[in-house]
C-alpha cells in the first residue's frame, strides 16, 4: 500500500478536528507512542491524537481515508507482539480521554464503556456491587485494546477471554462510518456475527469507540489453593485430570521453579522452589468447595504432589495473584542487559503435558534466561527468553525455539497466539496456522478498509 507522508495541509487539517491541546507533533509524544512493550523495533508515528468522541474519530478516519494516512489506534501500549505500533507511520489515535463507563446496569449484568477505560478501573467501580468483569491481563491494559487483541488472564479459564464477555461495540471504519454490532441480548441469531470479527482484529478493520461488556456475579465462596510438584511434566499431567475430571476452576496457572524462586525473592514470599500450581475455585457454599478440594487434593497427590495447601486466605490469595501478575516486569527486572521475547502457543488442553514438557526441552536445549508459567487451564502456555541485546546469535536460537514450539502446537491443533495477538512478531506463523483461509481475512480486510490504512503492516 502506498501512503500520505504528512504535510503541512494535512497537519492543519488533522489539528483543526480536535482542540489544540489534543493535537501534538512533539518528539516527547511521538516517542511514548512508538513502541509497546515488545522488543519490536520503535517506530514513530507522525501525529498523535486524542479523541474525546465518537464524531471525532468518524471525522479523522474519513479524511485519513480519503488522504491514505495510516491510523493507528493505541489503548495503554502494553502489547507484547508489536500490535500497536505505527509502523507506516501517520496519525495514532490515543483513546486514554476516551474513559467515560457509561452506564451499568446491575440487573442486567452489563456495562456500556467507552474504550479507553481501565479494566481495573472498571471493577473498581464495581467493587461494592458483587459484580465483575472477569478479564485481567494484569498490565495496566484498557478495554479498547484488550477488545483489540482479545485478550485473556488468569480468570478465562472460567469465565472466557475478553471475546466471551463483550455483546456489543460501536465501531467506525475506515471510511468514517459508523456501526453498531451485536446487541444487549445475551444471546442472539441475528445474522453474521460481525462483532467477533472485530474482537481480535487489532484494530485493523475498525476502531471501537464504545463497548457493552458482561459482568459476572462475585462468588459467594471461594478456595484458594498452592500445590507443588515434583516435575512441571507432573504439573501439566495434574492439569489435565483437573479440568478432565470438570472440576471448573476459576484459575489454574502454573509457574516453574524459576518463577517461583523470582517471587519468592521479589515479594519476600517462602514459596517453596518447586513447579507449583496456584489455582482458585468458586463455589455458592463452603461445603461444595470443600467436596471440590478433596477431589483436586487426590489429582494433585496421584501426580506425586509433594504439598498441597488449599485454604489460602483473602490476603493471601490477593497476594499471590499480584505477584503473578507482577511476573512479566519481574522477568525484565532481573536481566536489564537482556530483553524479552514471549512464545505464547496454546493447545488442545490434552495435548497440554506434552507442550509443558517441550517447553522444558527447550529451555535446557538452547541455554539462555528461559521462565516458563502458563494459564494452564486453558492450555496456554509462555515460554520467556532473555536474549542478549545485540547479541545476533541468541536471538537466532530463541526464534528457532519459537519455530519448532509454534510448528508443535499447530501439529497439535493449537495456535501461535493464546492470547497476545499476531502483531509483528507471529505475522510469519500466520499461512501456517490458516493456510486457505488466510486470503478471506484479507477479503475482509479491504472490506472495511479498502485503503489499508488501520493499522497497516499487522496480522498480515
Ligand atoms: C506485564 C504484562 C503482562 C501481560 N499479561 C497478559 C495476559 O495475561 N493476557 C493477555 O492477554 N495479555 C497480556 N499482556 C498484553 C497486553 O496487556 C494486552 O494485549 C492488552 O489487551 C493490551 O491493551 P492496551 O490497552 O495496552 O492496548 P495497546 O497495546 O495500546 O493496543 C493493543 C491493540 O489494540 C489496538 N487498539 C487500541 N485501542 C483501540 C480501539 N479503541 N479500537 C481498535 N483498536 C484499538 C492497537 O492498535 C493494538 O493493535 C500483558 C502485557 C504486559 C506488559
Given at each position: 500500500?502506498?501512503?500520505?507522508?504528512?504535510?503541512?495541509?494535512?497537519?492543519?487539517?488533522?489539528?483543526?478536528?480536535?482542540?489544540?491541546?489534543?493535537?501534538?507533533?512533539?518528539?516527547?509524544n511521538l516517542?511514548l507512542h512508538s513502541?509497546?512493550?515488545?522488543?519490536?523495533?520503535?517506530?514513530?508515528p507522525?501525529?498523535v491524537?486524542?479523541?474525546?468522541?465518537?464524531?471525532?474519530?468518524?471525522?479523522?478516519?474519513?479524511?485519513?481515508?480519503?488522504?491514505?494516512?495510516?491510523?493507528?489506534?493505541w489503548?495503554?501500549g502494553?502489547?507484547?507482539?508489536?500490535?500497536?505500533?505505527p509502523?507506516?507511520?501517520?496519525?495514532v489515535?490515543d483513546?486514554?480521554?476516551?474513559?467515560?463507563?457509561?452506564?451499568?446496569?446491575?440487573?442486567?449484568?452489563?456495562?456500556?464503556?467507552?474504550?479507553?477505560?481501565?479494566?481495573?478501573?472498571?471493577?473498581?467501580?464495581?467493587?461494592?456491587?458483587?459484580?465483575?468483569?472477569?478479564?485481567?491481563?494484569?498490565?495496566?491494559?484498557?478495554?479498547?485494546?484488550?477488545?483489540?487483541?482479545?485478550?485473556?488472564?488468569?480468570?478465562?479459564?472460567?469465565?472466557?477471554?475478553?471475546?466471551?464477555?463483550?455483546?456489543?461495540?460501536?465501531?467506525?471504519?475506515?471510511?468514517?462510518?459508523?456501526?453498531?454490532?451485536?446487541?444487549?441480548?445475551?444471546?442472539?441469531?441475528?445474522?453474521?456475527?460481525?462483532?467477533?470479527?472485530?474482537?481480535?482484529?487489532?484494530?485493523?478493520?475498525?476502531?471501537?469507540?464504545?463497548?457493552?461488556?458482561?459482568?459476572?456475579?462475585?462468588?459467594?465462596?471461594?478456595?484458594?489453593?498452592?500445590?507443588?510438584?515434583?516435575?512441571?511434566?507432573?504439573?501439566?499431567?495434574?492439569?489435565?485430570?483437573?479440568?478432565?475430571?470438570?472440576?471448573?476452576?476459576?484459575?489454574?496457572?502454573?509457574?516453574?521453579?524459576?518463577?517461583?524462586?523470582?517471587?519468592?525473592?521479589?515479594?519476600?514470599?517462602?514459596?517453596?522452589?518447586?513447579?507449583?500450581?496456584?489455582?482458585?475455585?468458586?463455589?455458592?457454599?463452603?461445603?461444595?468447595?470443600?467436596?471440590?478440594?478433596?477431589?483436586?487434593?487426590?489429582?494433585?497427590?496421584?501426580?506425586?504432589?509433594?504439598?498441597?495447601?488449599?485454604?489460602?486466605?483473602?490476603?493471601?490469595?490477593?497476594?499471590?495473584?499480584?505477584?503473578?501478575?507482577?511476573?512479566?516486569?519481574?522477568?525484565?527486572?532481573?536481566?536489564?542487559?537482556?530483553?524479552?521475547?514471549?512464545?505464547?502457543?496454546?493447545?488442545?488442553?490434552?495435548?497440554?503435558?506434552?507442550?509443558?514438557?517441550?517447553?522444558?526441552?527447550?529451555?535446557?536445549?538452547?541455554?539462555?534466561?528461559?521462565?516458563?508459567?502458563?494459564?494452564?487451564?486453558?492450555?496456554?502456555?509462555?515460554?520467556?527468553?532473555?536474549?542478549?541485546?545485540?547479541?545476533?546469535?541468541?536471538?537466532?536460537?530463541?526464534?528457532?525455539?519459537?519455530?519448532?514450539?509454534?510448528?508443535?502446537?499447530?501439529?497439535?491443533?493449537?495456535?501461535?497466539?493464546?492470547?497476545?495477538?499476531?502483531?509483528?512478531?507471529?505475522?510469519?506463523?500466520?499461512?501456517?496456522?490458516?493456510?486457505?483461509?488466510?486470503?478471506?481475512?484479507?477479503?475482509?480486510?479491504?472490506?472495511?478498509?479498502?485503503?489499508?490504512?488501520?493499522?497497516?503492516?499487522?496480522?498480515?
Amino acid at each position: 500500500m502506498e501512503f500520505s507522508k504528512l504535510n503541512e495541509k494535512h497537519l492543519r487539517k488533522l489539528r483543526s478536528m480536535v482542540s489544540e491541546d489534543r493535537f501534538s507533533t512533539g518528539e516527547s509524544n511521538l516517542d511514548l507512542h512508538s513502541q509497546d512493550q515488545s522488543r519490536h523495533p520503535p517506530s514513530k508515528p507522525e501525529a498523535v491524537m486524542w479523541p474525546v468522541d465518537r464524531r471525532e474519530v468518524s471525522e479523522i478516519l474519513s479524511y485519513a481515508n480519503e488522504h491514505r494516512i495510516p491510523v493507528t489506534g493505541w489503548g495503554s501500549g502494553t502489547s507484547l507482539e508489536g500490535n500497536p505500533i505505527p509502523v507506516s507511520r501517520g496519525v495514532v489515535l490515543d483513546f486514554t480521554l476516551m474513559n467515560q463507563i457509561l452506564s451499568i446496569r446491575e440487573s442486567d449484568f452489563q456495562a456500556d464503556v467507552e474504550p479507553g477505560v481501565l479494566y481495573r478501573d472498571l471493577n473498581d467501580k464495581l467493587r461494592h456491587s458483587g459484580l465483575f468483569f472477569p478479564p485481567d491481563p494484569g498490565a495496566g491494559a484498557t478495554i479498547g485494546g484488550m477488545i483489540a487483541n482479545n485478550a485473556s488472564g488468569t480468570r478465562t479459564v472460567r469465565y472466557g477471554s475478553t471475546r466471551a464477555n463483550v455483546i456489543r461495540l460501536t465501531v467506525v471504519i475506515a471510511g468514517g462510518e459508523i456501526l453498531e454490532l451485536g446487541s444487549r441480548s445475551s444471546k442472539t441469531a441475528s445474522g453474521y456475527d460481525l462483532i467477533n470479527c472485530f474482537i481480535g482484529s487489532e484494530g485493523t478493520l475498525g476502531l471501537v469507540v464504545e463497548a457493552t461488556v458482561r459482568l459476572r456475579g462475585l462468588p459467594e465462596a471461594f478456595s484458594a489453593v498452592i500445590a507443588t510438584f515434583p516435575s512441571v511434566e507432573k504439573a501439566g499431567e495434574a492439569v489435565f485430570e483437573i479440568i478432565r475430571s470438570g472440576l471448573d476452576p476459576a484459575a489454574l496457572e502454573l509457574l516453574a521453579q524459576e518463577c517461583i524462586a523470582l517471587i519468592n525473592e521479589e515479594k519476600n514470599f517462602a514459596l517453596e522452589v518447586s513447579p507449583t500450581l496456584f489455582m482458585e475455585f468458586h463455589g455458592a457454599t463452603t461445603g461444595q468447595l470443600e467436596e471440590t478440594m478433596e477431589m483436586v487434593r487426590e489429582i494433585c497427590q496421584a501426580q506425586g504432589c509433594t504439598d498441597f495447601r488449599p485454604g489460602v486466605g483473602r490476603k493471601e490469595r490477593d497476594q499471590l495473584w499480584a505477584a503473578r501478575h507482577e511476573l512479566g516486569e519481574m522477568i525484565v527486572r532481573k536481566h536489564p542487559d537482556r530483553s524479552h521475547t514471549v512464545i505464547d502457543v496454546a493447545v488442545p488442553i490434552s495435548a497440554y503435558p506434552e507442550i509443558i514438557a517441550l517447553a522444558r526441552e527447550e529451555s535446557r536445549r538452547i541455554g539462555i534466561p528461559g521462565y516458563t508459567f502458563s494459564h494452564a487451564g486453558d492450555g496456554n502456555l509462555h515460554l520467556v527468553f532473555m536474549g542478549k541485546k545485540g547479541d545476533p546469535e541468541e536471538w537466532v536460537r530463541i526464534e528457532k525455539a519459537n519455530e519448532r514450539m509454534v510448528k508443535k502446537a499447530l501439529e497439535m491443533g493449537g495456535t501461535a497466539t493464546g492470547e497476545h495477538g499476531v502483531g509483528l512478531g507471529k505475522r510469519k506463523f500466520m499461512p501456517m496456522e490458516h493456510g486457505a483461509s488466510l486470503e478471506w481475512m484479507k477479503k475482509i480486510k479491504a472490506l472495511f478498509d479498502p485503503n489499508g490504512i488501520l493499522n497497516p503492516g499487522k496480522i498480515f
